[in-house]
């Protein structure tokens, strides 16, 4: 039968637009950045021919528990503002081998180009992400600019940083009720910082890099994207907060829980003091 044409891919256009917004947010300068969008194989047979492999690339980590899933994935080093005019070029089609430790490209990554750079942190992402979500679909990094500065001014205490984030807009604590993770600062595209990732990701779907930037992790693009959004937006108020001479009245603890309360979330334990 014919296939359909990928470009026409729900998921394909939701990567190429989703780059592009973020691009034009100017939280992915550059090459930084990189989206992985879990798919499954009756979503990607329409449009490819799942035995024919382009290409196998080894990775130097164990995907194991990802073996036979398919992705689609952003390239490496390829710029975000390219993908949604050159898309075959600056985003790929993969599937984990059976072994784990291969790639094995479908579509895309043209002219010899790489999955992300930042395949270990997402992979151990998905793993991790997929035992407490089993519906969880994208993990998504970028350089949100305010978030990026806060790690710069405030405390790194998970616990500081996500009560902050909560009191700078109402909708916060709704969004993100686990709050969110902050890793040590380590060296990008290596496992050690997949790991220390991955292990944040189970409890929170938010990882804050310190000095780089942030993981987001959801079901579908809009909810992963949302999410990154509201915490950056929270983020740019503080900024805005700080810069008009700091906070004279915010959001008390009391109020933080009738909202809980009102929208049915459970706030992190311990994070408020009532
Ligand atoms: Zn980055």
Partial sequence: MKKLDILTAPYVQEVMKTSANLYRLGWDERNGGNISYLLDEDW?????????????????????????????????????????????????????????????????????????SELPSHFMSHIARLEVDPENRIIMHNHATHLLAMTFTHELNERAFTRTLWQMCTECLVVFPEGLSIIPWLIPGSNEIG????????????????????????????????????????????????????????????????????????PHEGYLDI
């Fill in 44 to 116: 990607v047979t329409p449009f490819l021919d799942v035995a024919q492999v382009i290409r196998e690339i080894p990775i130097k980590f164990d995907a194991s528990k990802l073996a036979g899933r398919y992705f689609a994935v952003t390239g490496s080093g390829k710029y975000f503002k390219n993908i949604q005019d050159f898309p075959a070029e600056n985003m790929g089609i993969i599937r984990i081998s059976d072994s784990g430790n291969t790639v094995e490209l479908l579509w895309g990554l043209e002219n010899g180009a790489l999955p992300t």
């Fill in 195 to 266: 790991e220390a990732t991955a292990s944040k990701m189970k409890e929170t779907r938010l990882v804050v890099w310190p000095q780089h930037g942030i993981y987001g992790a959801g079901r579908d693009m809009d909810e992963t994207f949302g999410l990154i959004e509201t915490a950056e937006k929270a983020a740019q108020v503080y900024t805005y907060v700080q810069a008009q001479g700091g906070v004279r009245q915010t959001l008390e603890d009391e109020n933080l829980q009738q909202l809980a309360d009102a929208f049915g979330v459970t």
